[in-house]
């Protein structure tokens, strides 16, 4: 009964259990119910879901009770009759419930923060280009928002890192507990919006199946994963902005949730140029993907325009920060060569192979060779999962689907599917095209993973939804149980060991002794320094130029930091990078009247404080042999 009407059931198609909502009604159909008011459009050939309601359906009551069980999906129900009850039967449930899986998320998220933050502080020590990150965000906190007078790369992560530091800073002021906060909060994130992505569109079960699948790859990773998971800035935050771009797009509707893609779309654009590869091309990917699938253009403008809408976006407000003094944003990541592209295409598979667990290419720490040994069974699910949807897409491409497919969630599984299967390939690209050091460039295929773990729980839910309870469906749980603990085990072996040591804590402590609070170092030396005294010692970023003097760093830097600012000492590490060593120090300033070595850095003290030119003239500010740095 629909607005105090019978309707026969043999005019609808529909999905119902003993008490709606379903999952799958609540994420795809509750914007389409009415709270007590008449549906229309209903007719003898027009699906449920095409009805124009708004509010959840509270109950379902039918004259055969036999009809509510199990799943109805693509079939007519034949001599019943359907009475749907006003929502407000059942919105107090339907509230309690959002209320009670927001509060539920809020505690996971925070339980899976302070679980990274663990781990973060044990794999990792923290660097320049994250105190730089902090120090970006320091900066914004106390009003320079547009950054006025920085020099960033293209990846400045303005938008997203440096955005969290800012509220960090404000709230608890300048800590290195910062370093490790940041990538465990934007770790906690992506599993819990990974967990999302994998169960929309499955019920019950198979969406408990997928989530926990993604749960698992994601939030107890291998040694190595972890590694670059938690460590200096790996673009995880840009992957997960990708992520709820897809989950805002996969109805391929123009609504507010169009513009929210577009938002994270262009926000992220903002920040990481990464984004076109991890979320920008995939979208126009898999929009052209629905368009082939069925055999319509119309079913994926809404991708396609998203993605040509986030980079007009990001444009215009680009250039309106620019008209306003925002920071100069130069190129910062070198591009490989061809040669190097060639060898990048070979490990690709040796080197994603290490950080799921196929093979031990990188440090395993102190786990087990037995709990190692474990994330094969991990490493062989995403691959399996990952052949399944590149199949399903291939197959869906060719054969076209013609006719209608069944409800709307369909659509929304394969979009889904779809975009994760290329993003994965477009953020492999990274790797290819952008690796340019060895073993530390693995950290571009780390967006590939987390995509390729979402991916897997979307394929373990739907194959979870086709078992029937049985002995083969409980032994597959008793070994997908049992290999969780297994990768929870190895992630506990990392958490005994003790905290990673910064040796620039015991310069900065060594440097306060002494009364040095103001000088300059070399890149690598810098800004973590300054983040590990909390400010009470600075010290600013140099290189040597074309003619082999000292200068401000013209990258990742502030004008402020040098305009009127007097220096007493240089501190710097061997091996000598881009030319910052006492062969330099002495050419520009002169013998030093000290020089000392702290826990491996040379520090060379003057009797006579020394400035360093903000903007140095145009024939100098040429970039110094050593290599780039930043990320």
Known sequence: MIGGKTVPSDSLQCDIGLELVIEEMASAEADQLTDGRSATGISDDAHWQRAPVRSVIGEVGTEDPRVLRGSARDRTLSGQHLTVLPARFGAPRATAWRVGTLAGTLVALAGLALMFDAISAR???????????????????????????????????????????????????????????????????????????????????????????????????????????????????????????????????????????????????????????????????????????????????????????????????????????????????????????????????????????FTYGFDAGRVPTALQDVHVLGALLIVACLLVAIAQLVRGVVRGLLKASGPQMEAERWWLDDVLVIAIFGSAVTFVALAVSGVPGARYLVATVVFASVLSGRIVAQAFERLRPGRMTRA????GIAASLCFAAGLGCTLALPVAAQGASTLASWLEAHHLRNGVGGYWTASITTVESQGAITVRPVWADANGKLGRHMKLSSASWYAGQQFQFLVYQTPVYQGVDSVSAVKTWGPPAHTYVVNGYHVLVWSNTFSVAPFPPPQVQGQPAGGQSGT
Request: charged fraction near 10%.
């Open 476 to 479: 597959i749980c008793v070994v």
């Open 123 to 357: 794999l990792y020590a923290g660097g320049s280009d994250r105190a730089t990150a902090i120090l970006e965000g320091q900066a914004a906190g106390s009003g320079n928002v547009l950054l006025h007078g920085w020099i960033l790369t293209h990846d400045s992560f303005w938008t997203i890192d440096a955005f969290f530091y800012a509220l960090a800073v404000r709230i608890g002021g300048l800590r290195p507990g910062l370093l490790n906060l940041e990538p465990a909060l934007a770790v906690a994130i992506a599993v819990v919006v990974g967990a999302f992505v994998a169960s929309r569109g499955y019920r019950r079960a198979a969406a408990i199946a997928g989530a926990a699948t993604a749960v698992v790859l994601l939030a107890f990773p291998t040694n190595a994963m972890a590694s670059f998971l938690l460590g200096g800035p790996d673009h995880v935050s840009t992957a997960v902005l990708a992520l709820f771009a897809f989950i805002f797009l996969r109805r391929g509707r123009f609504d507010w949730r169009w513009a929210a893609a577009v938002a994270a779309l262009a926000f992220a654009m903002l920040s990481d140029l990464l984004i076109v590869a991890y979320g920008i091309a995939p979208v126009l990917g898999a929009g052209v993907v629905s368009m082939l699938r069925k055999r319509d253009w119309r079913v994926g403008i809404a991708a396609v325009t998203a993605s040509a809408a986030a980079i007009v976006a990001s444009e215009l407000v680009n250039w309106l920060a620019r008209a306003m003094g925002a920071f100069k944003a130069i190129d910062g990541v070198s591009v490989a060569s061809l040669a190097q592209m060639l060898v990048n295409l070979r490990h690709v598979l040796s080197y994603g192979a290490g950080l799921v667990g």
